[in-house]
Structures are given as C-alpha cells and as structure tokens.
C-alpha cells in the first residue's frame, strides 16, 4: 500500500504562485511514475504533469507548460508542484497520484491522495 497526502493548496490572486506537495509513504516503487491532476466543478478530472520517482523524467499538459514545474526529492520521498502565474481557470482540487504505467489518464494510477484546493481569484 502507499499512502499520499497533499498540501499547500490556498487562495492566491492572478498572477501569483503556490507549491503543492504530495508526500508518500508504504510501499514506493523507483520505476513507478507521480502525476498530479485537477478537477474543477462539474468537470472530468485532468492530467496536469507526471514525474518518475526514479530518473526525473517529466511531462507537463499544455494548459499548464511553462507555468508550473514538478520535481521530486526522493531522500524525502515528495513529490512537488510549483505553479506559478497562476490563472482563474487553474482553480480546482489537485490530487496526486502514483502507479506503474506512463500514461495521462487517471484509470491508470492506482493509488491517490485526498486533494487539496487552488483557488485563483481575478
């Protein structure tokens, strides 16, 4: 089993900046990938970026490249989301999640945090 729990959401202006943290514990895998994803009201959860936990390697949704980073530092096995000149429509609850297959969709991560809230005020 592996347990991940989210924090550093709040309320920010347009423009401004926030850092999600997603820390994991139980069982972790090296090869396993780290996505984080975002579901605003009334609409489907989305993918937003995915790191391994190994290599590093990332990938970004482009409503969101160039804005936000994610990293990992494995020694404290977390995973972050630094998301800068942030927008309205980036408001939503962000999950993170882990599992074992390279992919965008979320049927495809096994396991999954509580959430944690972005509001972006204009």
């Known amino acids: 089993q592996v347990q991940l729990v989210e924090s550093g959401g709040g309320l920010v202006q347009a423009g401004g900046s926030l850092r999600l943290s997603c820390a994991a514990s139980?069982?972790?895998?090296?090869?396993?990938?780290l996505g984080w994803f975002r579901q605003a009201p009334g609409k489907e959860r989305e993918f937003v970026a995915r790191?391994?936990?190994?290599?590093?390697?990332?990938y970004y949704a482009d409503s969101v490249k160039g804005r936000f980073t994610i990293s990992r530092d494995n020694a404290k096995n977390t995973v972050y989301l630094q998301m800068n000149s942030l927008k309205p429509e980036d408001t939503a609850v962000y999950y993170c999640?882990?599992?074992?297959?390279?992919?965008?969709?979320?049927?495809?991560?096994?396991?999954w945090g509580q959430g944690t809230q972005v509001t972006v005020s204009s």
């Open positions: 999640a882990t599992g074992g297959i390279r992919s965008t969709s979320s049927t495809m991560y096994n396991y």
């Open positions: 139980g069982r972790t895998f090296a090869n396993y990938f």
């Open positions: 790191i391994t936990w190994s290599g590093g390697t990332t």
